[in-house]
């Protein structure tokens, strides 16, 4: 299996948000993202539509269907009403369920299965119903995925906060240890493995060398932040080069 890049535009949207004014345009950026060969897009609507809004969902789902079919359109959230209701309305290929209280700056910290099994079980039964994949956002523990598999989620996101934020070797080996544990186990249950927060070009190498079953990366701030140096399509050039993601080959039609 062959690790893939999925773009956050989140940071795009916040940094839009900050003038009344449509640019930087989001569809425009992640057109270049895509043509770049990211595997898609990652979005994360929150309540207060502090970077992404409810009008920009269907925006990006018909840049995705219309000039870059096959590519995958990722949204995140937690799955109150409102979040099921857009995410249904706009069909991602993928839904991941995080647990982010409402005024939640960037996710933290990933679900407590075992805690919240009655809630999670029919809501992933309901988008599965509706033809997406759904993916939990987990910590790096390696009970996880097997009680990720038992609720029926197809994937976890393993949240790599930790391993990114950390730079003392001992501490870092730690982290990275955790992380790589976790992928393995989900390996071991069946169940299909993202990773998420903080990778960078340095840190994801060995991430990506030691989990041959990571399938996916969701990759926002530090991409922006290269792309701020590069340029949006030389970053994303540079990310794919460090999960290994080297050939541009992905059928486009406009």
């Not at 898609?40 to 269907?65: C, E, K, Y």
């Not at 609720?151 to 790599?160: L, N, P, S, W």
Request: aromatic share 6%; glycine share 8%.
């Amino acid at each position: 299996m062959s690790c893939k890049l999925s773009v956050n535009v989140n940071a795009i949207a916040y940094l839009r948000n900050r003038r009344a004014v449509p640019w930087p345009n989001l569809a425009d950026l992640g057109r270049i993202a895509l043509e770049a060969g990211a595997v898609g897009l990652t979005i994360h609507p929150r309540p207060d539509q502090r970077h992404i809004r409810s009008v920009d969902v269907p925006v990006l789902r018909d840049l995705l269907r219309k000039e870059f079919p096959g590519r995958e359109y990722n949204i995140e959230g937690y799955p109150d009403e409102r979040f099921l209701a857009l995410c249904e309305a706009n069909t991602p290929d993928q839904v991941t369920l995080v647990p982010d209280a409402p005024g939640q700056s960037t996710s933290d910290h990933g679900w407590d299965i075992a805690a919240n099994a009655a809630m999670l079980r029919p809501i992933i039964q309901r988008l599965q119903k509706g033809g997406m994949r759904v993916a939990l956002f987990v910590d790096s523990d390696p009970a996880l995925p097997a009680l990720a598999k038992a609720v029926g989620a197809d994937r976890i996101e393993i949240y790599t906060g930790p391993y990114g934020d950390t730079f003392e070797p001992a501490a870092l080996k730690q982290e990275f240890d955790k992380v790589v544990a976790t992928g393995k186990a989900a390996a071991a249950a069946g169940i299909g493995l993202n990773a998420g927060h903080d990778l960078t070009r340095a840190n994801l190498p060995p991430l990506v060398k030691a989990l041959p079953n990571l399938a996916e990366v969701s990759i926002g701030h530090a991409v922006i932040a290269d792309a701020m140096i590069y340029g949006l399509a030389d970053a994303v050039r540079k990310f794919r080069a460090a999960i290994g993601d080297l050939e541009l080959n992905f059928p486009r039609t406009r």
